[in-house]
């Protein structure tokens, strides 16, 4: 299984990137949202799903793990497949949809095109608890590059132990906040104490 491809942007238009990474150019299809946070640079980290069929084979890249997780959770969903899936997270931001799931927001998710009222009721229905519990939810999008990986490893380790993702999410917000310069182990010991 792929998990990212690190490499230079050789190519890229608003629904697809070539990356080319030792010589390779990867071929990559991607969201609108990964376009715009990717555009201005040179050296770029994509998240992979690696798509496969009989009779076709792709990789769809994201900018982050959590727009990715919410890929893998609409493609989930009966009627929505890799392009409706792209097409959403085109038109709205990870956390707009997740957060018209959570609050029932039919209109907004019907908003999309290629998606109707059925469509987005069984998306709200089949998604709505998996995004309370946390398998879909953002990890602190107020974090910086810098401190995404001690921030994703701290949650890691706190879910280990039997939190809860959303109760992690604020408490570590609140910390990056006071302490954007915190370690792992400074940020788990922090949360402890709030948690």
């Known amino acids: 299984m792929y998990d990212y491809i690190k490499g230079s942007v050789e190519t ?6 070539v990356i080319e990474c030792y010589g390779i150019g990867y071929d990559i299809l991607i969201s ?4 715009e946070a990717i555009s201005n640079q040179k050296e770029v980290k994509i998240y992979l799903h690696h ?5 076709d084979e792709q990789f769809y890249g994201f900018a982050t793990r959590e727009e990715r997780e919410l890929f ?3 493609i989930s969903v009966s009627g929505i497949g890799v392009g409706t899936a792209r097409m959403m997270l085109s038109s709205l931001t990870d956390e707009e949809i997740r957060n018209a799931i959570l609050s ?6 019907k908003s999309i ?3 109707g009222l059925k469509t987005a009721q069984r998306v709200i229905l089949e998604l709505k608890d998996k995004i309370v519990k946390g398998s879909g939810n953002s990890s602190l999008l107020l974090a910086t590059e810098g401190n995404n990986a001690v921030i994703e490893e701290a949650t890691i380790a706190l879910s280990m132990l039997g939190f809860q993702k959303n109760n992690i999410n604020k408490v570590l917000s609140a910390i990056i906040k ?4 915190a370690k792992v182990e ?3 010991k922090a949360a402890l104490q709030r948690l």
């Open 113 to 115: 095109k290629g998606i």
């Open 51 to 55: 798509y496969l069929r009989e009779d």
């Open 32 to 35: 609108l949202q990964t376009y």
């Open 178 to 181: 006071e302490r954007p310069d």
């Open 12 to 17: 890229l238009t608003p629904t697809e990137a």
């Open 186 to 188: 400074e940020l788990i």
């Open 104 to 109: 029932e927001n039919i209109n907004t998710i």
């Open 72 to 74: 893998r959770l609409l």
